[in-house]
């Protein structure tokens, strides 16, 4: 269970969960539990990027990845230089 400015938030049956601060380990769809002041919501986030925090309830936000998805901009298929053959 995660504490946090006298709410509680209900994280016991979630195997993993990331804090403001961490850095995200895999791109995709996260479920941000707030603080009391909002419902929970779904986010969208990057590898690499920095979990934000949250302007009302500070540093109580907690994340808990939902579905992986990859970055395309990070996607082999997408990224980098043209694999077509240059003619001249």
Same mark, same amino acid.
């Given at each position: 269970?995660? #504490?946090? /400015?006298?709410?509680?938030? %209900?994280? =016991?049956?979630?195997?993993?969960?990331?804090? @403001?601060?961490?850095?995200?380990? #895999?791109? /995709?769809?996260?479920?941000? %539990?707030? =603080?009391?002041?909002?419902?929970?919501?779904? @986010?969208?986030?990057v590898r690499g990027d920095?979990?934000?925090?949250?302007?009302?309830?500070?540093?109580?936000?907690?994340?808990?990845? @939902?579905?992986?998805?990859?970055?395309?901009?990070?996607?082999l298929d997408f990224a980098g230089p043209s694999?077509?053959?240059?003619?001249?």
């Amino acid at each position: 269970m995660y #504490t946090a /400015g006298g709410t509680v938030a %209900v994280v =016991s049956i979630v195997q993993k969960y990331y804090r @403001v601060g961490d850095r995200v380990p #895999t791109s /995709g769809v996260y479920r941000v %539990v707030h =603080s009391g002041h909002r419902q929970k919501h779904s @986010v969208i986030a990057v590898r690499g990027d920095v979990f934000p925090r949250c302007r009302f309830c500070k540093d109580a936000a907690v994340f808990i990845l @939902v579905e992986s998805a990859p970055y395309i901009a990070h996607d082999l298929d997408f990224a980098g230089p043209s694999l077509e053959l240059q003619e001249g």
